[in-house]
């Protein structure tokens, strides 16, 4: 395995890892403050928590925000007509991130790569149980 990723990898974890958290919080918060879920809200908040990596700071140093260039907002992301849609949108947008993320540490550290399909299975599970009982 390459031990030592090129600023663009740390960029595509950066990217993928704030995506990944961002998503799982989205649904995270609904489940603790709309739905009082004690439960998938712990649940969610763990899965948030494992999506962590040592390189942190590799990962701001190579951080450039600024000039993505598919930063802007498209038209579909602003269509959401329920907390539903919201929340399919954000487990599809952390399980693709956690797929990423498994993919690009098959090159690194297998370790993170399991870890993250693990992430993303939980996710596909949790998406279901929420989903269903709604």
Known sequence: MNNQLSPELYRVIDANINRLKEGIRVVEDIMRYKDNNKELSHKLKNLRHMATIQESIELLKNRDSI??????????????????DIIIANFKRAQESARVLEEIYKLHSSQYSENFKHIR????TLEKDILLSN
């Open 121 to 124: 299975y939980e996710l596909y």
């Open 67 to 84: 000039n993505d260039v598919l930063r802007q907002t498209i038209k579909s992301e602003m269509n959401r007509s329920s907390l539903n």
